[in-house]
């Protein structure tokens, strides 16, 4: 019978021809710098739209009902809220807490005979 000899043959490292070897450049913040950056208080936005609606519907919002809006709103997006309905007493806002952002406002009358979907969570001030 035939003898079968085989030899190992080393292989050859690939080489991406055209590329240099070059350590990928290191992110320019670390997770937690991105974590705290996303947990941090963020100033709420108004859209167009909310706009739109808080001047048609003769919606006064003072300054410090709306610091009031902005740190609850914060603190839901902190136990992950996404989408929430803002109860106030003369007000409802719709907010995107994901965003920072009042997508639509109305009255509390107006709100009276609502139903709101897509909401994760309510939030209901004085």
Partial sequence: MDQLNIHRVPSQPFIRQGKSLQPAPSPKQSFL??????????????????????????IHITDAEWAQVTEKV???RQKGIKDSLVLMDKAALIISAKNATVITAMDRMEAKNQ????IDGTIVLN
């Fill in 115 to 118: 139903l709101f979907t897509n």
């Fill in 74 to 76: 914060n603190e839901a």
């Fill in 33 to 58: 710098e991105q974590l705290n950056d996303a947990i941090q208080a963020q100033p709420l936005k108004i859209s167009k739209h909310a706009s739109e609606r808080l001047r048609d519907r003769n």
